[in-house]
C-alpha cells in the first residue's frame, strides 16, 4: 500500500510542476504586467477617483450653502421666529445637505489616503528614475551646450536630430512613454517638470546619432538622460550607469568647449544641476575645486545614486581643498569597500587637521591604506593620524 501512496503523491508532485510551469509560460505569453505596470494603472485610477470625489465636495458645499440661505431667508420672513413648516423643512433640509458633505469629505479623505499610499510605493520602486527630470534651472550656459551638441552631429545632409527642452506645468501629464515614464507623471504631477528631448528623422543613422547625443548630454546634465524620438516612436536610450566610468572617446567634440574656459563652463553645468547657486558661486571663485567637484558628481552618476544621494554627497564636499578632492575621486573609483560617509568623514577630519591640503591627501591616502591592512574603521585610523604622531 505504502508504495501505491508514494507513486500517486509523486504523480500529484508532476501534475502540479508542470502546471506550474505552464501557467508561468502563459504568463509571460499573455504579458503579465510589472510591478511598476501594476502600480501605475492603479495610481491612474486612484486619481480620476479623488477628483470625482473633489468635485461632489464642491457639489456638496453648494447645496449646503444654498439650502443654509433659503433656511435664513424663510426664517428672516417669518413671523413666528423659527416656528413656520417652510422654516422647519429648511432647517431639516440643511441638516441633511450638512450630513451629504461630511461624507463626501469622508470619500474623498479615503480617496486621498489611497492615492498616497499608491505613490508612496511608487516612491520606494522609482528611487533612481527621478533622474529623467532635468534638475535645476536652464540657464544661458545650458542652452549653449544643447545648441552645441545639436551642431556637433549635424552632417548636413539630410538634417539632424533636433533638441529641445520641454517644460510641463502642474496638472498637465504627458503619457506617452512607457510605464516608467507614465508612473513619474502620475507621481509628479503637482510639480513643474523638465526635460530634454531629441526628435531624429527615421533614416539609417539617426538613430545611433541621437542615443550618443542623449548619452554625451547626459553626462553633462547631472545625469539626467534625455528622451529620444525617432520617427515619432519613442526609443529608450542607455543610462550612464550601463555606460561605465570613462567618458566615451567616441563623443565628438563641441564647439565653444574644447578650452579651459568651456570645460570650466561644462564643471559649472554639471554642478548646478546638484547644487545652490550659493554653493556654486563659492566653487567659481576656486575653479579648479568646481572642475574636481564635477568629476566626482559624473563618477558618482554611474552609481546608480539618486539626484538627492549625490546631492547630500557633494554638500560635504564644496569646502575641502583641491588635493583632498583629488585624492577623494581616487579612493571614490577605486576602493569602494568604503563608503562615502567613511572616506568623506575622514577627509574633512584630515582637511581641517592638516594646513598643507597635500600633506592632508597624503594622509587621507595612508589611512585608507592602513584601514585594509588592520581592519580598523577608516574615521579611527584618520582620527589616530591627528592625534598620535606616530605617522599613520
Known amino acids: 500500500m505504502w508504495w501505491l501512496l ?3 503523491v509523486s504523480l500529484q508532485v508532476t501534475v502540479e510542476c508542470k502546471l506550474g510551469s505552464d501557467l508561468a509560460r502563459a504568463g509571460k505569453a499573455f504579458g503579465v504586467s ?3 505596470e501594476t502600480l501605475e494603472r ?3 485610477e486612484a486619481q480620476l477617483v479623488r477628483a470625482e470625489q473633489q468635485k461632489a465636495v464642491i457639489r456638496a458645499e453648494n447645496a449646503h450653502e444654498a439650502a443654509c440661505a433659503a433656511r435664513d431667508d424663510a426664517w428672516a420672513a417669518s413671523k413666528g421666529f423659527g416656528t413656520d413648516t417652510e422654516v422647519e423643512w429648511l432647517t431639516a433640509l440643511v441638516y441633511e445637505r450638512r450630513r451629504e458633505l461630511y461624507e463626501a469629505i469622508d470619500r474623498l479623505k479615503a480617496a486621498e489616503g489611497k ?7 511608487l516612491m520606494y520602486v522609482l528611487p533612481a528614475e527621478r533622474r529623467r527630470y532635468l534638475s535645476g534651472a536652464v540657464d544661458e550656459d545650458f542652452e549653449e551646450l544643447l ?6 552631429y549635424n552632417d548636413g545632409a539630410g538634417g539632424s536630430p533636433q533638441v529641445s527642452v520641454v517644460t510641463s506645468e502642474p496638472g498637465r501629464l504627458d503619457l506617452r512613454g512607457d510605464a516608467t515614464w507614465r508612473a513619474l507623471e502620475r507621481l509628479y504631477s503637482g510639480t513643474t517638470r523638465q526635460w530634454v528631448e531629441i526628435r531624429a528623422a527615421e533614416t539609417p543613422g539617426e538613430a ?7 548619452r554625451q548630454i547626459a553626462y553633462y546634465a547631472g545625469g539626467h538622460v534625455p528622451r529620444v524620438f525617432v520617427g515619432g516612436e519613442e526609443v529608450r536610450s542607455e543610462g550612464l550607469s550601463a555606460s561605465g566610468r570613462a567618458k566615451p572617446r567616441n563623443w565628438r567634440p563641441l564647439a565653444g568647449f574644447d578650452g579651459p574656459k568651456g570645460r570650466l563652463t561644462l564643471a559649472r553645468i554639471t554642478t548646478r544641476r546638484y547644487l545652490d547657486e550659493s554653493s556654486v558661486a563659492r566653487l567659481n571663485k576656486r575653479p579648479e575645486s568646481l572642475a574636481q567637484i564635477s568629476e566626482i558628481a559624473r563618477l558618482y552618476q554611474t552609481m546608480n545614486l539618486t539626484g538627492d544621494e549625490i546631492r547630500w554627497r557633494l554638500e560635504q564636499l564644496v569646502s575641502l581643498r583641491l588635493e583632498v578632492l583629488e585624492a577623494i575621486y581616487d579612493l571614490t573609483g577605486d576602493r569602494r569597500r568604503f563608503s562615502f560617509y567613511e572616506i568623506a568623514r575622514a577627509a574633512r577630519l584630515l582637511d581641517s587637521h592638516f594646513p598643507d591640503s597635500g600633506i592632508a591627501a597624503e594622509a587621507l591616502a595612508r589611512a ?3 584601514a585594509l591592512e588592520t581592519g580598523v574603521p577608516l574615521v579611527d585610523v584618520a582620527y589616530l593620524s591627528v592625534t598620535s604622531g606616530e605617522g599613520f
Open 6 to 8: 508514494s507513486g500517486t
Open 34 to 36: 510589472s510591478t511598476i
Open 42 to 44: 492603479e495610481l491612474g
Open 115 to 121: 492615492e498616497r499610499r499608491i505613490k508612496s510605493r
Open 147 to 152: 545648441r552645441a551638441v545639436e551642431a556637433a
Open 208 to 214: 545611433e546619432k541621437a542615443g550618443a547625443m542623449a
Open 368 to 370: 585608507v591604506n592602513r
